[in-house]
């Protein structure tokens, strides 16, 4: 970390202190993320951080969401989370054709969070670092109308800009039936440019070709060209944190 950097984050932790809260318990590269997410501008990476601290105390209260309370949608089998690519990110997979649009809103944001939190764990090696990043593959084949669910995909993303800051590496869109463009556009709209940026809609043989060689094809399952199979997240036991 060069000294500028040093400086900012400084300045994050008085800017944090003078919010009223602390930085006590996360490293640096925790804090990093907040900084990096907001321009590297010490104030409101600070602001960002402790609206973080808040909304998570009140609807993370456990520090994690067990599968109980997320039980529906597990259930539909339609999130596999595959292991690391070749640099080391964990991949999730998320089969667009086996999820509906939810009811109950609420449930479903504990949901993303019960997902993000999981995805991000599988990448800690023994502990977390806090600069984890995530892979996403959006796999949309077999797509129907009753799945399109604009409002769960905005959902997401703005969960992981919003609380989740630079965990994302990178999501690829795959099989985008032509019906669902217009959707993409409307739901590109509430994505902040950093998070588009980070996002490959693969529509032709060399993208395919790329997004093979950047995942791996030992973690991704066969249906993709890898040699793996699909592993529903539910079914991943992650070993306990070192203290």
């Known amino acids: 970390m060069d000294q500028n950097q040093q400086l900012k984050l400084t300045q994050m932790k008085n800017c ?88 109950d809103q609420p449930q479903f944001k504990k949901f993303v969070v019960h997902l993000l939190d999981k995805v991000i764990a599988s990448g800690f090696k023994g502990k977390e670092i806090g600069n984890e990043k995530l892979i996403g593959v959006l796999d949309l084949d077999q797509m129907a109308y009753k799945n399109v669910d604009a409002r769960g995909l905005i959902t997401g993303f703005q969960f992981l800009q919003a609380y989740y800051p630079e965990r994302l590496k990178k999501c690829y869109i795959l099989n985008m039936p032509w019906f669902f463009v217009s959707v993409w556009k409307m739901v590109s709209r509430f994505l902040d440019k950093a998070t588009l940026e980070k996002i490959v809609i693969v529509s032709n043989e060399a993208e395919k070709e790329q997004f093979l060689r950047e995942v791996g094809e030992d973690v991704l399952p066969e249906e993709f060209g890898g040699h793996a199979k699909p592993v529903a997240i539910q079914d991943v036991v992650l070993p306990p944190l070192e203290d």
């Open 16 to 103: 944090v202190q003078k919010l009223g809260s602390s930085t006590e318990k996360c490293g640096d590269p925790t804090l990093e993320r907040f900084l990096i997410a907001r321009s590297m501008d010490p104030n409101k990476a600070a602001k960002m951080f402790v609206s973080w601290q808040k909304w998570r105390a009140s609807f993370v209260p456990l520090g994690f969401i067990p599968d109980s309370q997320v039980t529906d949608q597990l259930d539909a089998k339609k999130i596999y989370l595959q292991g690391l690519s070749k640099d080391g990110y964990p991949i999730m997979i998320v089969k667009a054709s086996k999820h509906y649009p939810a009811k």
